[in-house]
């Protein structure tokens, strides 16, 4: 009996004792190494996740980087065959000059842009009833102002002049006006849209009515400063009047956005 007891306690104590030892075996060692363990996991599974985002978003940067070259490419040709160039001499405008100086190359632009839309008139061998005119600036325009009211700019990201220039009126053959209507979409250095045609009239003498809307995306390199406050151009109005236009120096100024408000005069007849 004692020794049967004796066993006993012997395998109890014993049992107690491994239980003691595996306790704090779990506590002291294994348990705060699982813990170690997991957050050595959850901070590597964060690292790799904020890896992947760098990786994700330098190949966004790349793909976008290929995108603008893509569009640039594809851009490079309108710019080429559809934008004023930068001299004024050449019919074209330079933004980047003093804002005294731009008021005066606004008006001689404008002449120039008249220019070439009483050219592109007469295409397709037509007779013009009515044409538009082409809106300009003054002397009365804040030298300041003329680079947001012509150019949009900064309203717009970049500078444009917009013309809403109203109805067109031409004659001739059926043949005739339909080229003179598609001929717009040629149009060398502006982006030009004919739409809304309308004929009537007896064939083969027919009358051609349409609107006409002409937008000119301008090279720039840069923005010139701003002139003093207060400050005004008194310098005479650019020469050069159009056929259809007539002189720029009294031409009304154009609104802020040309697009909404651009005046459209009734031609002269055709020249």
């Known amino acids: 009996m004692l020794k049967s007891l004796y066993a006993r306690t012997i395998w109890l104590m014993f049992l107690s004792f491994s239980f003691i030892v595996l306790a704090a075996g779990y506590f002291r060692f294994w348990a705060p190494n699982q813990e170690t363990i997991q ?3 959850t901070v590597y599974n964060a690292y790799v996740t904020e890896t992947n ?12 980087a290929k995108a603008i070259q893509v569009a640039q490419a594809g851009w490079l040709p ?12 050449q019919g074209g405008i330079n933004l980047n000059v003093n804002q005294y100086q731009l008021l005066l190359d606004t008006k001689k632009f404008r002449d120039s ?25 003054t002397d009365q325009d804040a030298p300041n102002g003329v680079l947001a009211s012509y150019f949009n700019y900064p309203s717009a990201p970049f500078p444009v002049v917009i013309y809403d220039l109203g109805q067109v ?5 059926y043949e005739e006006i339909l080229l003179n209507v598609r001929s717009w979409a040629g149009m ?12 009537s009239g007896t064939a083969p003498r027919l009358t051609g009515t349409y609107d006409l809307s002409l937008v000119g995306y301008i090279r720039y390199d840069g923005i010139y400063g701003p002139v003093p406050d207060g400050g005004g151009a008194s310098a005479p109005a650019a020469g050069g009047g159009s056929p259809f236009g007539g002189p720029s120096g009294g031409a009304p100024a154009a609104p802020a956005f040309a697009a909404s408000g651009a005046s459209s005069g009734a031609a002269g007849g055709d020249k």
């Open 188 to 199: 060398p250095r502006y982006l030009a849209v004919a739409h809304n045609l309308a004929l």
């Open 53 to 64: 985002k760098v990786t994700a978003a330098v190949k966004k940067k790349e793909n976008a």
């Open 113 to 137: 842009v008249q220019t070439a839309l009483n050219t592109q008139l007469k295409k397709g061998g037509v007779k013009v009833i009515s044409g538009p005119r082409i809106p300009g600036v």
């Open 78 to 89: 309108y710019v080429e065959t559809k934008t004023p160039l930068e001299g004024v001499a």
């Open 169 to 173: 009126t031409v004659q001739g053959t």
């Open 39 to 41: 957050n050595r996991v």
